[in-house]
C-alpha cells in the first residue's frame, strides 16, 4: 500500500530515484510499496548471487563455453536486451512511486529531467554489452572454421585432453597481400602446450631451413623422396626452402589428386614431422593485420637495441631505445632483414609476441574490443572449429599465467643448409620434458682429497655450445623494459 502521508522532496525522489538504479526496490520501500520493493530486492540479491556462482564456478571455462556457440551468443544478447529493457522500466517506476507530481513546478522539472537521464544512463551498460557479443559472435564466425557434420553416431568428446597431454598449434606469420599472389611464411612456431599446466613451449623454425623431409608415403615425399629441392630461379634464388612449402603445395594440386588448397596442411604435417610433433591445428597470421593489431591496442612497448632499417631504398627507420611502437613500426622491427639476418629477425618477432600477450590485458581489450575484432578479421585464419574454443579459451588463460619458453633452431644448434633431423626432434623433445619437469638443485661441494683431478674432469664433462639447446624465457634477449 502506497504511503502518500510523507511526501519526498526533490532531493530525496532524486537519491531513491538513483538508489533505485543500483539497489532494485529502494524506491519503492520509502514509497510504501513494501512487498513490491522486498521482491525487488530479493530477486535482485538471487541475481547477483547466481552471476557470481556462474563466475566463480566456471572461471575460465565461462568465456570458452559461451562463444563456442553463435546460439548461446545470441541468447546472451537477448538476455542482454530484456535486462536493459526491465532496468529501464524499473527506474522510471521508481521515479513515479516517490510521486514527483507532489513537487513545486520547479522540483517536477528538475526531477523528471534527471530521471529521464537516469533512465536512459542505466540502459548503456546493457546496449554495449549487446553490441560486443554481436561483434564477438560476427568475428568469431569469420576466423574460425564452422564444424563438419558430425557422422552417424559421433558425439564430441567432453573433454577432448582426457587421453592427450598436449595441444600442439602452428602459429605462422605470412606476407600476403593485395599485389602479391600466393603465400609465403616467413614466420613459423609451434607452441606446444601442456593441457595441465598451461606450460608451452615455442618452437622457433627458421625460413631457409633446406631440403625438408616430408612424412613418409604422404603426396609431398612421393614428389620429393630426397627432400624440398627445386632449381635455382634466374637471379640465383631458391623457392625451396621451409617457408615456400605452403604456397608450392597450393600451386601444385595435382600432387595432391586435383584437391585444391592443400598448402596449410602440407606445412603442417612437414612442421610436425620434422620436429615429431602431430599439429592439431594453424593459425596464419597476415603480417599487415598484426599491424593494424597492434593500433588497435594502442601499441606495445619494446626494447630497441639498436637501429633497425627498413624499406626497398633502406629510407625506413626504427630507432633505438625503449619507446611504445605503433603496428607498422612493430612489423617492420619484427620483419626486417636489412643489415641484419633470419635468426636476429627470429629474435625480435619473439620480443613482439612476448610485447603484444604482456600489453594486451582484460581491461585493454573490453576498451579497445570494436578496433580489437575488426583487425582480427583482417589479420587471422586458422582451422581450428568454433565449438574447439569452448576447451581452447581456458587453455589460452592458463598459457597466460604459465611458463613460456622458446627454443630456436638456428646455428650453431642446427645449420640451415644441412639439418640434422635427428637431433632437431632430440631437441624438441627434450625441451618439452623441460619444460614440465622442474630441474633439480644440484649443490656444489668441494672434491674429497682422494678424488685426483683428471677423475673429477672425467666425471663433468663439458658439454660443446651446438650440443645444448636450453629453453629460453620468450623475451629473454629482448631487453629491458
Known amino acids: 500500500m502506497t504511503d502518500r502521508t510523507r511526501p519526498a522532496g526533490s532531493g530525496a525522489v532524486l537519491g531513491w530515484t538513483l538508489l533505485s538504479a543500483v539497489a532494485p526496490g529502494a524506491a519503492h520501500l520509502r514509497a510504501g510499496w513494501r512487498r513490491t520493493g522486498l521482491a525487488l530486492l530479493g530477486g535482485y540479491a538471487l541475481l547477483l548471487l547466481g552471476v557470481l556462482w556462474l563466475v566463480l564456478a566456471a572461471d575460465g571455462d565461462l568465456a570458452g563455453w559461451l562463444i563456442h556457440s553463435s546460439a548461446w551468443l545470441t541468447a546472451a544478447m537477448a538476455a542482454a536486451a530484456v535486462l536493459g529493457l526491465g532496468w529501464f522500466a524499473l527506474v522510471v517506476h521508481s521515479f513515479l512511486v516517490l510521486l514527483p507530481g507532489r513537487l ?23 546496449a554495449a554489452t549487446a553490441q560486443l557479443l554481436w561483434v564477438s559472435d560476427r ?4 576466423v574460425f572454421n564452422q564444424p563438419t557434420e558430425p557422422q552417424a553416431g559421433e558425439r564430441e568428446p567432453a573433454d577432448p585432453w582426457a ?22 611464411t616467413d614466420s613459423m612456431n609451434v607452441a606446444s602446450i601442456d593441457v ?19 612424412p613418409p608415403g604422404s603426396p609431398m615425399a612421393k614428389r620429393f623422396p630426397d627432400g624440398f629441392r627445386l632449381p635455382t630461379d634466374a637471379a640465383g634464388g631458391r623457392s625451396d626452402l621451409l617457408n615456400s612449402v605452403w604456397e608450392y603445395a597450393d600451386a601444385h594440386p595435382e600432387i595432391f589428386g586435383g584437391r585444391k588448397g592443400q598448402g ?3 606445412l603442417m604435417d612437414t612442421i610436425g614431422y620434422t620436429l615429431g610433433l602431430e599439429i592439431d591445428w594453424y593459425a596464419l597470421v597476415n603480417m599487415w593485420g598484426f599491424a593494424r593489431l597492434i593500433d588497435a591496442i594502442g601499441g606495445v612497448t619494446i626494447h630497441v637495441e639498436q ?9 625506413g627507420l626504427v630507432k633505438a631505445g625503449t619507446r611504445k611502437l605503433k603496428g607498422a613500426d612493430a612489423m617492420w622491427y619484427a620483419r626486417s632483414r636489412t643489415f641484419s639476418d633470419d635468426f636476429t629477425r627470429m629474435r625480435r618477432q619473439r620480443c613482439v609476441m612476448g610485447a603484444l600477450l604482456r600489453e594486451a590485458d582484460p581491461t585493454t581489450v573490453l576498451t579497445r574490443f570494436n578496433g580489437i575484432a575488426l583487425a582480427t578479421k583482417e589479420l587471422v585464419r586458422t582451422d581450428i572449429p568454433r565449438p574447439m574454443l569452448e576447451h581452447l579459451v581456458p587453455l589460452a588463460l592458463k598459457v597466460k599465467n604459465a611458463k613460456v619458453t622458446s627454443v630456436q633452431f638456428v646455428p650453431p644448434l642446427i645449420n640451415t643448409g644441412y639439418p640434422d633431423w635427428a637431433k632437431i626432434r632430440t631437441v624438441t623433445a627434450k625441451a618439452l620434458r623441460d619444460s614440465v619437469t622442474p630441474k633439480p638443485i644440484v649443490a656444489s661441494a668441494a672434491p674429497s682429497p682422494s678424488a685426483s683431478p683428471s677423475a673429477s674432469a672425467k666425471a663433468t664433462p663439458k658439454p660443446r655450445p651446438s650440443d645444448v639447446a636450453a629453453p629460453k624465457g620468450l623475451t629473454d634477449g629482448c631487453g629491458t623494459l
Do not use: M
Open 104 to 126: 513545486p513546478q520547479r522540483g517536477q522539472l528538475l526531477t523528471g529531467v534527471a530521471a529521464g537521464l537516469l533512465s536512459v544512463a542505466v540502459v548503456v551498460p546493457f
Open 139 to 142: 568475428t568469431i564466425d569469420s
Open 163 to 184: 587421453t592427450r597431454t598436449r595441444v600442439n598449434l602452428l602459429l605462422l606469420g605470412g606476407d600476403a597481400d593485395d599485389n602479391r599472389t600466393g603465400v609465403r
Open 196 to 214: 595441465k599446466t598451461g606450460n608451452t613451449v615455442l618452437f622457433s623454425l627458421p625460413r631457409n631451413l633446406e631440403n625438408v623431409r616430408f
Open 264 to 266: 596449410a596442411q602440407a
Open 307 to 315: 637501429d633497425v632499417v627498413f624499406g626497398k631504398y633502406n629510407e
